[in-house]
T-cell receptor
Framework: RKEVEQDPGPFNVPEGATVAFNCTYS??????FFWYRQDCRKEPKLLMS?????NEDGRFTAQLNRASQYISLLIRDSKLSDSATYLC???????????WGAGTKLIIKP | DADVTQTPRNRITKTGKRIMLECSQT?????MYWYRQDPGLGLRLIYY???????NKGEISDGYSVSRQAQAKFSLSLESAIPNQTALYFC???????????FGQGTRLTVV
């Protein structure tokens, strides 16, 4: 079992719709969680950190479920520019260990 | 100018050749990392460094070596390139384990 798992997609979603995807992690001791966005052939960039209480940034909402060991990302009112691959990242301890999911590809269609 | 700069951006090399990928950063971060990315796989850590005197192997260090020449510079070498090292390579920096990682634009390496 992979340490951090994501549905690779692609998720094909009409513009304006709401889309959500999850990321599961295997290590219950994981402490920090992030969502990064990666455009085709570009470097990953931080989208948002995921806090225990959940957090929201505009159209984006991230949630953490420690009991079931997953994090989620919800995108409301999706835009064409949201098309990208979304990478889930988990920090297993206070050291360097960032574990990356393989990413979920999202395609927003007009 | 980018905060994290990688050179070269693209490289085609022959099997058995030695190649060096360079990374420099202006973020002032102590932590630097080298990752490779393959289709369908997540970013995999090759080496990381917490300061100039600290070098650590990641999960896939075999066939690679690194040098931390200065706080701002971290280079990755393939001593004898092989075709399965064909991948997209990223350098990254961070100020800590719980803070944002900043990536270079990547080096697309092809070993033929």
């Amino acid at each position: 079992r992979k340490e951090v798992e994501q549905d690779p997609g692609p998720f094909n979603v009409p513009e304006g719709a709401t889309v959500a995807f999850n990321c599961t992690y295997s290590n219950s001791a994981s402490q920090s969680f992030f969502w990064y966005r990666q455009d085709c052939r570009k470097e990953p960039k931080l989208l948002m950190s995921v806090y225990s209480s959940g957090n929201e940034d505009g159209r984006f909402t991230a949630q953490l479920n420690r009991a079931s060991q997953y994090i989620s990302l919800l995108i409301r009112d999706s835009k064409l520019s949201d098309s990208a691959t979304y990478l889930c990242v988990v920090n297993e301890n206070s050291n360097y260990q960032l574990i990356w999911g393989a990413g979920t590809k999202l395609i927003i269609k007009p | 100018d980018a905060d994290v700069t990688q050179t070269p951006r693209n490289r085609i090399t022959k099997t058995g050749k030695r190649i060096m990928l360079e990374c420099s950063q202006t973020k002032g971060h102590d932590r630097m990392y080298w990752y490779r990315q393959d289709p369908g796989l997540g970013l995999r850590l090759i080496y990381y460094s917490f300061d100039v005197k600290d070098i650590n192997k990641g999960e896939i260090s075999d066939g690679y070596s690194v040098s931390r020449q200065a706080q701002a510079k971290f280079s990755l070498s393939l001593e004898s390139a092989i075709p399965n090292q064909t991948a997209l390579y990223f350098c990254a920096t961070s100020g800590g384990s719980r803070t944002e990682a900043f990536f270079g634009q990547g080096t697309r390496l092809t070993v033929v």
